[in-house]
């Protein structure tokens, strides 16, 4: 292995301890001096042998990587370990309020069974939690410490910035935590929290020692000329004490809830319109068209429930189930985690407004294209939203399917659908090349027509579509 084979992963490099580095498609993660003994002290334990074969700690292991590579990449590394690759990274801002939740109760359930064995996490961020279907699983090996008498749980400010803070501003405010994170990379902090609760949500379990307190805490060390982390270090401060810590916040999280179950789009395949028979058709064109090939990941815009991403999942690895509707997502994301599915990853995303590059230089958190790219696309009931209610054009549209390089069954719902119908009722009628006809011109020059068939008495028409040029702009 040659430095020139090693490409750096911008989403790390604010660990000093130990940064992730790719060759191929394996994942690597070069180690400091210091994160070397404390991953030699980790891999001695059952705890990780335990959590590694339970799947909730990333597969890792030690990696034969030449020290003079390391040191060409940065003289503070020493040493390197091995990570399983998982099938795809997503960011919390993209998850529904389960799934933060699930993860957050991971996190704390993790500092509980290290500090059994002497060790504990040092950092407690919600990007270090990752997703194989609806598993949850700990990503960031270097965050495990040897833990001392006297040494707090030093990630519990970070803990309740990126879990407690945002599941809570949702069960108590009914406002959606995914802006805040998207807007925050380091969450939302105790003196924001602090001011956005009315005095009735100071009553809620939890609240004020995990929120007041800390907020009041947090100014009083502002001001102090002393070392509050040495100053603990003095204290008898036991591993019970944590864990009472850690005892209450899970109880705290165990008890909020999003609130509604219901939205506008959530029970759409329940309380649709649309006959049995033309629903058959389209799940057969789906199946059809899905059934061509083994595809290696597939990405369904605009899931809703899942329907269609569990028909793709039979001739798929992997499908990113994603839609804008997190009350829809919460249900499907429900069902698959009572199911045990590792093969299919839901995500709340509004694709007319989808996550960007983030954080430091634009390049710690990838917009979606740049993480992994799609060789099937399911997109179906979706573009006359976009069109119509977000006012994309739909030769936008059309280019914006075509840049995925991916084969595509879209479905186009005409004007004369109800749905198109209902969108336009109150609006006025500037559409002017929402058409059929004009949508046919556009595919035509960017992609191959391999299959069609309509439903719904021809309002709706149904096409599987392989790219003339794969990513053509």
Same mark, same amino acid.
């Given at each position: 292995?040659?430095?020139?084979?090693?490409?750096?992963?911008?989403?790390?490099?604010?660990?000093?301890?130990?940064?992730? !580095?790719?060759?191929?498609?394996?994942?690597?993660?070069?180690?400091?001096?210091?994160?070397?003994?404390?991953?030699?002290?980790?891999?001695?334990?059952?705890?990780? =042998?335990?959590?590694?074969?339970?799947?909730?700690?990333?597969?890792?292991?030690?990696?034969?990587?030449?020290?003079?590579?390391?040191?060409?990449?940065?003289? %503070?590394? %020493?040493?390197?370990?091995?990570?399983?690759?998982?099938? !795809?990274?997503?960011?919390?801002?993209?998850?529904?309020?389960?799934?933060?939740?699930?993860?957050?109760?991971?996190?704390?359930?993790?500092?509980?069974?290290?500090?059994?064995?002497?060790?504990?996490?040092?950092?407690?961020?919600?990007?270090?939690?990752?997703?194989?279907?609806?598993?949850? %699983?700990?990503?960031?090996?270097?965050?495990?410490?040897?833990?001392?008498?006297?040494?707090?749980?030093?990630?519990?400010?970070? !803990?309740?910035?990126?879990?407690?803070?945002?599941?809570?501003?949702?069960?108590?405010?009914? %406002?959606?935590?995914?802006?805040?994170?998207?807007?925050?990379?380091?969450?939302?902090?105790?003196?924001?929290?602090?001011?956005?609760?009315?005095?009735?949500?100071?009553?809620?379990?939890?609240?004020?020692?995990?929120?007041?307190?800390?907020?009041?805490?947090?100014?009083?060390?502002?001001?102090?000329?002393?070392?509050?982390?040495?100053?603990? =270090?003095?204290?008898?401060?036991?591993?019970?004490?944590?864990?009472?810590?850690?005892?209450?916040? =899970?109880?705290?999280?165990?008890?909020?809830?999003?609130?509604?179950?219901?939205?506008?789009?959530?029970?759409?395949?329940?309380?649709?319109?649309?006959?049995?028979?033309?629903?058959?058709?389209?799940?057969?064109?789906?199946?059809?068209?899905?059934?061509?090939?083994?595809?290696?990941?597939?990405?369904?815009?605009?899931?809703?429930?899942?329907?269609?991403?569990?028909?793709?999942?039979?001739?798929?690895?992997?499908?990113?189930?994603?839609?804008?509707?997190?009350?829809?997502?919460?249900?499907?994301?429900?069902?698959?985690?009572?199911?045990?599915?590792?093969?299919?990853?839901?995500?709340?995303?509004?694709?007319?407004?989808?996550?960007?590059?983030?954080?430091?230089?634009?390049?710690?958190?990838?917009?979606?294209?740049?993480?992994?790219?799609?060789?099937?696309?399911?997109?179906?009931?979706?573009?006359?939203?976009?069109?119509?209610?977000?006012?994309?054009?739909?030769?936008?549209?059309?280019?914006?399917?075509?840049?995925?390089?991916?084969?595509?069954?879209?479905?186009?719902?005409? =004007?004369?659908?109800?749905?198109?119908?209902?969108?336009?009722?109150?609006?006025?009628?500037?559409?002017?090349?929402?058409?059929?006809?004009?949508?046919?011109?556009?595919?035509?020059?960017?992609?191959?027509?391999?299959?069609?068939?309509?439903?719904?008495?021809?309002?709706?028409?149904?096409?599987?579509?392989?790219?003339?040029?794969?990513?053509?702009?």
């Amino acid at each position: 292995m040659t430095t020139t084979d090693l490409k750096i992963d911008g989403g790390s490099f604010r660990d000093r301890e130990g940064r992730v !580095f790719y060759r191929d498609d394996r994942v690597f993660r070069a180690l400091s001096a210091s994160a070397l003994e404390d991953w030699k002290a980790l891999s001695e334990t059952d705890f990780f =042998r335990r959590t590694s074969a339970d799947g909730r700690l990333v597969a890792t292991k030690p990696a034969e990587i030449p020290s003079a590579d390391l040191h060409q990449l940065s003289p %503070v590394w %020493v040493a390197a370990i091995e990570h399983e690759r998982l099938p !795809f990274i997503s960011y919390p801002y993209e998850w529904c309020f389960g799934q933060l939740r699930d993860a957050a109760l991971l996190n704390l359930d993790l500092v509980s069974e290290a500090l059994d064995e002497g060790l504990i996490l040092k950092d407690s961020s919600a990007y270090n939690i990752q997703w194989i279907g609806s598993r949850p %699983v700990h990503i960031d090996i270097p965050s495990f410490q040897r833990w001392q008498p006297g040494m707090a749980w030093v990630g519990y400010r970070q !803990f309740c910035q990126h879990f407690l803070y945002p599941l809570m501003l949702t069960a108590f405010r009914g %406002v959606s935590f995914r802006p805040w994170l998207r807007g925050a990379l380091d969450g939302i902090t105790p003196e924001e929290f602090n001011r956005l609760l009315c005095w009735r949500d100071r009553f809620h379990k939890g609240v004020f020692s995990h929120v007041y307190l800390q907020s009041k805490l947090l100014t009083m060390t502002a001001k102090s000329t002393s070392s509050l982390k040495t100053e603990l =270090r003095t204290t008898d401060l036991g591993a019970e004490i944590i864990k009472r810590n850690l005892r209450g916040l =899970r109880k705290a999280i165990k008890r909020l809830d999003p609130g509604s179950k219901k939205s506008e789009w959530s029970s759409y395949a329940e309380t649709h319109s649309y006959s049995e028979t033309d629903e058959a058709v389209k799940r057969d064109f789906v199946d059809g068209a899905a059934a061509t090939r083994r595809w290696r990941l597939v990405w369904d815009f605009g899931c809703n429930t899942g329907t269609y991403s569990r028909i793709a999942a039979e001739h798929a690895d992997y499908v990113i189930a994603m839609d804008g509707d997190d009350q829809a997502v919460e249900r499907l994301y429900s069902a698959l985690r009572s199911e045990g599915n590792e093969r299919i990853l839901p995500l709340v995303l509004n694709l007319a407004d989808p996550s960007p590059d983030l954080g430091w230089n634009g390049k710690e958190r990838k917009a979606l294209p740049r993480r992994d790219r799609p060789e099937l696309i399911l997109s179906l009931a979706l573009l006359h939203h976009l069109a119509i209610t977000t006012n994309i054009p739909l030769a936008d549209l059309v280019r914006w399917l075509a840049s995925f390089g991916a084969h595509i069954v879209v479905e186009f719902v005409r =004007r004369s659908d109800p749905m198109v119908e209902r969108l336009l009722l109150n609006r006025d009628d500037i559409y002017h090349d929402y058409h059929l006809i004009e949508f046919e011109r556009l595919i035509e020059k960017r992609f191959r027509t391999l299959d069609r068939t309509t439903t719904h008495q021809g309002s709706r028409v149904l096409f599987f579509l392989e790219p003339i040029e794969m990513g053509s702009p």
